[in-house]
């Protein structure tokens, strides 16, 4: 399954979740779906905006984990 | 959304409208059924005029069951609870009603042949109603879908 490790990811970069969103585009609820592993799929244009918020690569917010 | 709602507050009208008819259905029911079982089927005998007069008044109540969904599920569409589990519900709730008059329609006809052809017209709208069902279940498994595409 994949695992969204943004939660990591927003720590290093030392970035609030409502700082995220506001800067990402999407809303706080969102947000949290995302970062709780309850999301379907993620947008590619939404994933570029978190890649481009936080300066990192998909990879690093994605991962893979066998079921 | 005047149009839909134009579209809604009709057939919310036509809904109470039948529902008044079964109302008087339900007023004149024995009367209607003895002119149904002395000048439609030619039945004399009473347990059989009782029995078809049991018959529609069972099958009266499906019909209060099937138009009161209906109308539930117009008030939930006017209020824009669309693509919803309790609309499934309520269609399944219509479906079972039908099927239930159906059945009810197949022991009338052996006393009046006629129920016969209420009880297909009667299994027909359940097949068209449950098909409905099968849209607006694959329509609201989209939408959560889509609702968790972030």
């Known amino acids: ?67 | 959304m005047g149009y839909n709602d134009g579209i809604i507050k009709w057939t919310k009208i036509a809904t109470i409208l039948f529902i008044a008819m079964a109302v008087v259905a339900d007023i004149f029911g024995v009367v209607i059924t003895q002119y149904i079982a002395y000048c439609w089927a030619g039945v004399f005998d009473t347990f059989r005029v009782v029995a078809l007069i049991v018959m529609f008044y069972l099958g009266t109540v499906g019909g209060y069951v099937v138009l009161f969904s209906l109308l539930k599920l117009l008030s939930n569409m006017s209020k824009d609870v669309v693509f919803d589990r309790t609309n499934t519900k309520l269609m399944m709730i219509i479906t079972s009603a039908l099927v239930a008059i159906a059945v009810d329609c197949i022991g009338a006809g052996f006393i009046w042949n006629g129920a016969w052809i209420l009880s297909i017209v009667a299994l027909f709208m359940g097949l068209v109603v449950m098909s409905v069902r099968a849209v607006f279940a694959k329509a609201i498994t989209m939408k959560e879908e889509m609702d968790l595409t972030i």
């Open chain 1, 1 to 67: 399954m994949i695992i969204v490790n943004l939660d990591v990811m927003m720590a290093k970069r030392k970035i609030s979740s409502g700082e995220l969103a506001a800067k990402v585009g999407i809303t706080q609820a969102n947000l949290s779906i995302l970062k709780n592993q309850k999301a379907k799929a993620v947008r590619f244009s939404t994933l570029n905006d978190i890649c481009k918020a936080l300066d990192c690569q998909p990879g690093d917010i994605l991962e893979f984990r066998e079921d």
